[in-house]
């Protein structure tokens, strides 16, 4: 049942892991590359570059040092809510088709 439940809703949790991920794990002083695949490969910068410590920012509401970081950080988190809440949406809906009638 729960590994079912898993599989259904793999998305949902993996967007969340990665909120939950940036808002405890990323750290907004560090100035090494962290994962950026470009800095590892010896590019000096990259088109997302401080986005992840960017959406850290955001997520604690400090708005101006999200922006100064990257300024896509801040509709990232707007995306990232909005597509866990239609997975949400989605899936009530789903179980609401799935009952037998005269159930709510």
Known sequence: MIFRWIYRNNELLIWVAALVWIYFAVDPASTGPGLCVFH???????PGCGIGRSMHAALHFQWALSWKFHWLGIPAIGIILHRIYTIINYNKTKIHEQLPDGYA
């Open 40 to 46: 590892r490969l010896g590019f000096d910068a990259c």
